[in-house]
């Protein structure tokens, strides 16, 4: 069986099909960063208008791309929450439109779910339990996932999620929107000691904290700033210090939890100093470790189909009432 996902949480419009075996037919993303570049941010307005503008074509693609039709398709899958609700409700409309004028089962999708579901795409199995960091532009969640459908959220961040964290200082250093990858890539040639800033909230158990990171980073940025060099070496010590504790954190919950894996998921999993970091405190350890390719941390459809397959396996499906929730929380 093919499910359909269907993801408009924020401003990526993504359809995808995955069959049953979670191997991807097809992904198909429309990213509206052009449209939200000039105002720094996104404008859910905008967004949600711009879903519906583009969410049927995206389908269509999406089906074709899968040399399929929707008398391929076997049930819908779509993100619920959380997002934004305007954003939220155009997908959940197209999706109910689909699953009652098709005949077909409706299964909502929380999108923090469809995150972690990145991982077990185009995979046989993966090892349960796992501790899980969910890093995004909206979310920084330490997680742990004792079975399919079971969460506890060991902890989340205070403020800032790390994504909009990255985002933010990016903006101000001039590197555009969304600037995560930009920083991410000018890191790459700068040396984290010559801007020294400050390890983002070490205390505060698994609990997370940004905002003073950020501001004492726009502080010396705005002070210090001067030229190609600094710019490199002050994003490479900003990607230092906001990996630094992710990484820390994330590991003291395995080694309190002792899980039978370890798993990035979200846009900042994308990140390459995080996913390196990440890679070799698992090696140390001999744990297991997975982190989806760049494309599917980022927001796509295809791990809202796989979180859809899932519940879909655990008997849990939704009626035309299906209803969207902006701050639905994962457990
Ligand atoms: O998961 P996602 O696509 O959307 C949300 O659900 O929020 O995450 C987007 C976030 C943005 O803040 C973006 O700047 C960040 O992920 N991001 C990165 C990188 N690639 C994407 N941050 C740091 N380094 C990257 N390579
Ligand atoms: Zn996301």
């Known amino acids: ?19 049953d075996d979670f191997r991807i037919r097809s992904n198909v993303i429309a990213s509206q ?20 503008e583009r969410l049927l074509p995206v389908i269509d693609e999406a ?18 929450g959380p997002g934004l609700v305007g954003s939220l409700t155009v997908g959940v409309a197209a999706a109910k439109a689909l699953a009652y004028t098709r005949g077909l089962p409706l299964v909502g999708v929380n999108h923090l779910e469809g995150h972690i579901y990145g991982n077990r ?17 909206a979310h920084t969640d330490l997680v742990l996932m004792r079975e399919e ?5 060991l902890g989340r961040t205070r403020d800032d999620a790390a994504g909009e964290a990255f985002d ?19 890191a790459e040639g700068g040396d984290p000691e010559q801007v020294p800033l400050p390890l983002p909230f070490p205390d505060g158990g698994y609990d997370f904290s940004f905002s003073g990171l950020k501001t004492a980073a726009l502080r010396v940025w705005r002070s210090a700033a001067d030229g190609e060099r600094f710019a490199r070496d002050f994003a ?12 820390s954190k994330l590991f003291r919950a395995v080694d309190a939890h ?3 894996s370890v798993m990035l998921a979200g846009g900042v999993a994308a990140n390459t100093l995080l996913r390196v970091r990440v890679e070799a405190e698992a090696s140390r350890r001999a744990l297991p470790m997975l982190i989806p390719p760049p494309v599917l941390c980022t927001d796509n459809a295809a791990m809202i189909a796989a979180a859809g397959l899932a519940r879909l396996a655990r008997g849990e499906e939704d009626g035309l009432d299906l209803a969207v929730a902006a701050d639905l929380p994962l457990s």
């Open 258 to 260: 002792r899980p039978r």
């Open 121 to 137: 795409l185009d995979r046989a199995a993966w090892p349960l339990p796992a501790v899980v960091l969910i890093v995004s532009g």
């Open 236 to 247: 490479a010590s900003f990607r230092h210090a906001v990996t630094s504790v992710l990484v």
């Open 149 to 153: 459908g079971r969460y506890a959220v």
């Open 33 to 52: 960063a052009d449209l939200h570049r000039r105002f720094g941010g996104v404008v859910p307005e905008l967004a949600s208008r711009s879903h519906i």
């Open 63 to 80: 089906l074709h791309e899968a040399s399929s039709g929707l008398e391929d398709i076997g049930a819908i899958a779509v993100t619920r």
């Open 168 to 186: 933010k200082v990016a903006r101000v250093m001039g590197l555009g929107y969304p600037g995560g990858p930009a920083m991410d890539r000018l």
């Open 1 to 19: 069986m093919n499910v359909l996902g269907i993801e408009t949480s924020c401003d990526e419009t993504a359809a995808a099909v995955v069959g």
